[in-house]
């Protein structure tokens, strides 16, 4: 569904407060297909002293009332307080809880756009969103500050005014969304909390402007950048995010590695995916790219230092073992010139294929040197 409007929510627990003025107009167009009060709320099932707190303003009015006492009116009479009330609103919430959160002036209808694909990004990445019986749960952690301060406009430009909840732990900023703005999110993306994250079918069905904002969005949370191996890494936990997110690459002509995975020390598995050689990279930068200050300069130096280079990954340990193969005694500045590599990269990659016993080297007084 790429727009939602106040009358898609269906909620019994959903609650709502009028502009005085149409409230006022909608109670009077009530009383017109009604014989009194006390039918309202026979109608209703509630006592006439509830039914007067809603008239009076005084209580916030459950939707679901709001809906019945509607398809009383005539069709055309209907349409026009339908929409006068969703323009209309003072707030709305959703929960259990009187002392629920809600949206001050919530912007209905609202539709999918590229801040609410960020937002949707940092839910599925490092937030969640998860419903009980009682209401929904919605958070994003994050350390970056440009991060946190982004999102926390995204969500007042597409939701309306919010009280946010703010903590700290561990050097972690963490935001806590009102309920009602995880129960209106889960029209667009579904719930999204540990093995039911998933990337959301509309962004595969929306343009490149989203796609690309929710690519970036993912990539701040979860990419990180690798000079020293000259590729950009993916990784989560979720498998399923993983698989959509190289599917998504494939939009922009952007080609990346096979998924692996392996376990942390907590025992998750985590898996992954490469992003390298240097048409591929330039086209991440150019159509994805990132928000997170120190990757988006990691990526800049990463390009900057790459020169003419352009193997993926995997394929740079290749090359040089294949030259160490073919050229007895190379040292570590002429494997560098040959392969256009910088000579620490190419430190790191025979490093690791000494542990292996795959070279043997010596180190003299200024330069080691490579033999098969």
């Known amino acids: 569904m ?41 109608y209703l099932e509630i006592p006439l002293s509830r039914f007067y707190r809603f008239k009076s303003g005084r209580s916030t009015i459950p939707l679901i009332f709001i809906k019945k006492i509607i398809n009383k009116f005539p069709q055309e009479v209907k349409v026009y307080f339908q929409r006068k ?41 490092d937030g969640g969103m998860r419903r009980s019986d009682r209401d929904m749960t919605v958070y994003y952690a994050n ?44 029209k667009f993306i579904d719930e999204q909390q540990n093995e039911k994250k998933h990337l959301p079918e509309i962004i595969f069905n929306s343009d490149k402007k989203i796609q690309t904002a929710f690519l970036r969005a993912m990539y701040d949370d979860e990419g990180s950048v690798s000079i020293t191996s000259n590729c950009i890494l993916f990784k989560m936990t979720s498998k399923s ?35 390298s050689g240097k048409p591929d990279l330039e086209k991440f930068q150019k159509y994805v790219n990132f928000e997170h200050s120190e990757k988006l300069r990691q990526l800049t130096k990463l390009l ?12 740079t340990r290749q090359q040089i073992f294949s030259q160490i193969q073919t050229n007895d ?25 000494k542990n292996k016993g795959l070279i043997k080297a010596i180190k003299p007084q200024y330069e080691e040197i490579f033999f098969k």
């Open 304 to 315: 900057a230092s790459y020169k003419k280079v352009g193997f993926k990954w995997g394929e």
């Open 241 to 275: 995010v993983v698989e959509g997110c190289k599917e998504l690459l494939k939009n922009f002509s952007i080609n990346p590695g096979e998924i692996k995975f392996n376990d942390n020390n907590s025992g998750k598995r985590i898996y992954y995916f490469y992003l």
């Open 85 to 125: 009330i969703e323009l209309n609103l003072d707030e709305i919430k959703f929960g259990y809880n009187p002392k629920a959160k809600p949206i001050k002036k919530p912007k209905f209808p609202i539709k999918f756009s590229v801040k609410l694909a960020r937002i949707s990004a940092h839910i599925v990445g």
């Open 329 to 353: 005694g190379i040292t570590v500045k002429e494997l560098s010139k040959k392969l256009r590599i910088p000579k620490s990269a190419i430190r790191v990659h025979t490093r690791k294929m």
């Open 2 to 42: 790429q727009k939602i409007s106040l009358w898609n929510l269906s909620n019994e627990k959903i609650k709502i407060r009028i502009n005085n003025e149409i409230r006022k107009k909608f109670f009077l167009e009530a009383r017109k297909n009604f014989n009194n009060s006390q039918e309202i709320s026979n």
């Open 143 to 186: 350390k970056n500050k440009r991060l946190i301060i982004q999102f926390k406009n995204d969500i007042f430009d597409v939701f309306g005014k919010i009280d946010l909840k703010e903590y700290k732990y561990k050097g972690t900023k963490i935001l806590i969304l009102p309920s009602i703005v995880g129960l209106i999110l889960t």
